[in-house]
């Protein structure tokens, strides 16, 4: 009991650690980053972030996508309702991917063109 609880423990240490050591900047830092943005480096870690948020607006395009299949399935109350919500959001979402996956593309070619 006492050794699977060490390596537990560990293993969230390790995941701490690593997730401290990431490169791309938290989602509270971006306005920031991206005013002093002046290096390749610099321009990395704003793609990187827009490339994890086109990731996560694609998985919830699909969660919703999946929900509003499973609401037009349901004969009572506002299912009908519900279901375009999610097939809205569905569209909203993808829309927002497209968009962070274009300033991720921006990012990455002005990396490149201050020299990585």
């Known amino acids: ?14 995941i701490l650690t690593l997730g401290a ?7 509270a830092e971006i306005p ?3 005013s002093s943005a002046s290096t390749a480096a610099d321009h990395q870690r704003i793609a990187d972030y827009f490339a994890k ?7 919830e395009a699909k969660q ?17 309702l519900w279901a375009a919500h999610c097939s809205n959001l569905k569209t909203k979402l993808k829309e927002a991917a497209q968009e962070a ?7 990455r070619d002005l990396a490149e063109s201050l020299g990585k």
């Open 101 to 107: 996956r274009a300033l991720e593309k921006g990012h």
């Open 21 to 27: 050591c990431s490169s791309t900047p938290p989602v």
């Open 64 to 80: 919703h996508e999946k929900m509003a299949a499973s609401y037009s399935g349901r004969p009572r109350g506002d299912a009908g």
């Open 1 to 14: 009991m006492k050794r699977n609880l060490g390596v537990t423990l560990a293993g969230v240490a390790l």
């Open 32 to 34: 920031e980053a991206i």
């Open 53 to 59: 948020k086109a990731v996560s607006y694609e998985t």
